[in-house]
C-alpha cells in the first residue's frame, strides 16, 4: 500500500509540528536532513518475495539497500531478484541469515506457520525484523518471538498497515474526551474467510511442482504430503498452517479499538461455529470477548463475527437503534456507549463516523486535544519501521511486538475459544485455560519437525 499523505485538517497537528519519540521530540524536518539518521542505508533482506511479501520488500528497500531475497516458491525468488539484481538468492532462510553477515533487517511475508521460525532465526542473530500479521498462529509460538525480541534488544513491527493510519490516533482522542459516553459494547466484523474452511477445506495430496521446495514450506510443521489446495493462497484456512478469518482479519479489524481504548486481554471467552473440523478453521462463526474488570471500563464486551452462518448469510451483529436506516456488511466495528455510537467501515480505522448525528454535530463542534503523535509513514509500516531502526529506537506508536503481540494474541484467543467450543476463562500470564489442561493442544503445536525446536530460552 501507498504511503498516505499527512491531513492538514484539524484532524492533524498543525503543520510542523514536531513529533514525539518517547520523551524526545524530533522534528520532522530532521529526518529528511542530509547527514541524518534517515539518509543512512540499511542492509535490507527479505524471507518471502511474492504477493504480500513484494510489497513488503520494496517498502523496506526504499532508501536502503536489498542484499539478500528468499523464498520457497523460485518462481516470487525470480521475480524479486529482477528487481534487486545484487541481491543473494537463498530458497532455506536459515542459510540466508547464517551466510549474508551483514543483514541489518528482514521483513518476513510468508504464511502464517513459518513466522515464528523465520523470526526467531533472525531475532536470535539480532536483526530487527518486520513480521506480517497475524505474527503467529498459535499463542506459544507468538509469546516465544516476544520474549525473544524482548531478550536481544530488536526493533520490531507487524504488518498492520492500518495501525500507522492518523485515525487510528484520533478515534482514541475522540474516545479520551468521551465522544460516546460509557462504552458497553464493542461489535466487529468480516465477510472473510474467502477461501476455503470448514468441510470445503480438504487436503488433495499430490506431487509438488517443481518451483516449489515443499519440505522448507512446511518448516516447523510435521512432514505431510504436497497439496495444491494449500499453496500459494488457501493454506489460511487450515488449522495447521492459518489463523483462519479472525487470525486474518482480527490484527486489523480489532487493532484501533484495543489501541483507543487500552483494551489488553480478557479473562473470558466462548464462541458458537459452524463446521469446525480437524482439518480447518469453521465456514463461519461469532466469538464473544468478555472483560469483567477492566480497569477503564469496567465491564465491557467485544463480539467477533466471521463468515457466514447457517442459512448462508454473513454474520452480523444487529443494528442499534441510533444508526437508523444504516446496514453493516463487508468489514467494519462499532463502539456502542451511553451516549452514542461509533461506526467504522471497512477494515481499517478511516473516516469514523458518529451517531446519533445531533450527538455528531454536538462533540464535533468543539476543539478536541491533539494529544497522539501521528506517524510520519501514515499506511506504510515497513518505512515507519526503517525509520525507527535509523533512529536507534522503536516509535512509540508503532506495532512493535510489545503492543501488536498482545493484538495478536486477543484474536488467537478468538480461535482457541472456537476450537475448544465451550467457554473458557484464560489465563495470559500462564498461557492456559483455567482448569482445563486439555486445551493444551490448542495452544502449542502438537508436534515440530526436527531441527526446527526454536525457542526464546536458546536464542
Known amino acids: 500500500m501507498k504511503p498516505q499523505p499527512l491531513r492538514t485538517s484539524r484532524r492533524s497537528f498543525i503543520k510542523g509540528l514536531a513529533v514525539t519519540t518517547g520523551g524526545l521530540v524530533v522534528p520532522r524536518v530532521f529526518w529528511a536532513q542530509e547527514g ?20 513488503d520488500l520494496n517498502a523496506a528497500a526504499r532508501g536502503n539497500n536489498v542484499v539478500a531475497i528468499c523464498d520457497v516458491d523460485s518462481r516470487s525468488l525470480t521475480k524479486a531478484a529482477g528487481r534487486y539484481s545484487g541481491a543473494k538468492q537463498f530458497s532455506d532462510f536459515r542459510q540466508m541469515l547464517d551466510e549474508v553477515k551483514e543483514i541489518d533487517a528482514v521483513t518476513i511475508s510468508t504464511s502464517d506457520h513459518a513466522h515464528f521460525p523465520a523470526a526467531m532465526h533472525a531475532i536470535g542473530l539480532g536483526k530487527h525484523v518486520c513480521v506480517q500479521k497475524p505474527l503467529a498462529n498459535t499463542l506459544w509460538e507468538l509469546r516465544e518471538m516476544h520474549l525473544a525480541a524482548t531478550k536481544k534488544g530488536v526493533i520490531t513491527q507487524m504488518g498492520n498497515q492500518g495501525h500507522t493510519y492518523n485515525d487510528n490516533r484520533m478515534l482514541k482522542e475522540w474516545l479520551d474526551a468521551g465522544v460516546v459516553g460509557k462504552v458497553k459494547e464493542i461489535h466487529v466484523w468480516t465477510n472473510r474467510p474467502i ?10 495430496p499430490g506431487d509438488a511442482p517443481d518451483f516449489l521446495n515443499w519440505p522448507l514450506w512446511l518448516a516447523q510443521c510435521p512432514d505431510m504430503p504436497y497439496s495444491p489446495e494449500i499453496h500459494p493462497f488457501k493454506w489460511r484456512g487450515y488449522l495447521e498452517f492459518g489463523g483462519g478469518a479472525i487470525g486474518d482479519m482480527g490484527c486489523h479489524l480489532m487493532d484501533p479499538i484495543f489501541y483507543a481504548l487500552d483494551l489488553g486481554i480478557p479473562r473470558h471467552a466462548e464462541a458458537i461455529t459452524e463446521e469446525l473440523t480437524d482439518v480447518a478453521w469453521p465456514r463461519g462463526g461469532v466469538v464473544k470477548l468478555t472483560w469483567k474488570n477492566h480497569a477503564k471500563l469496567g465491564e465491557v464486551t467485544m463480539t467477533w463475527y466471521e463468515g457466514k452462518n447457517a442459512e448462508g448469510k454473513q454474520n452480523l451483529p444487529t443494528v442499534p437503534p441510533e444508526l437508523g436506516n444504516e446496514k453493516l456488511g463487508g468489514g467494519g466495528w462499532m463502539i456502542i456507549g451511553s451516549e452514542g455510537v461509533i461506526l467504522n467501515r471497512g477494515d481499517q480505522c478511516k473516516n469514523p463516523q458518529i451517531f446519533p448525528e445531533a450527538r455528531r454535530t454536538e462533540f464535533l463542534a468543539q476543539k478536541i486535544e491533539q494529544k497522539y ?10 518505512e515507519e519501521w526503517t525509520l525507527a531502526i535509523k533512529n536507534g529506537k522503536a516509535f512509540d506508536f508503532m506495532a512493535k511486538f510489545d503492543y501488536s ?7 488467537l484467543l478468538g480461535g482457541l475459544a472456537m476450537r475448544v467450543g465451550k467457554p473458557i476463562e484464560w489465563d495470559s500470564a500462564k ?12 495452544i502449542k503445536r502438537a508436534a515440530y519437525r526436527k531441527g526446527w525446536d526454536y525457542t526464546a530460552a536458546k536464542i
Open 431 to 442: 498461557l492456559e485455560v483455567v482448569g482445563m489442561p486439555d486445551a493444551a493442544r490448542f
Open 373 to 382: 503523535p501521528r506517524s510520519p509513514k501514515a499506511g506504510d509500516p515497513q
Open 36 to 55: 541524518g539518521p534517515a539518509s543512512r542505508k540499511l542492509n535490507i533482506a527479505a524471507i518471502g518475495c511474492g504477493g504480500k511479501g513484494e510489497s
Open 195 to 204: 477461501w476455503p474452511q470448514g468441510n470445503t477445506a480438504t487436503f488433495k
Open 405 to 411: 503481540a498482545p493484538l495478536t494474541e486477543l484474536g
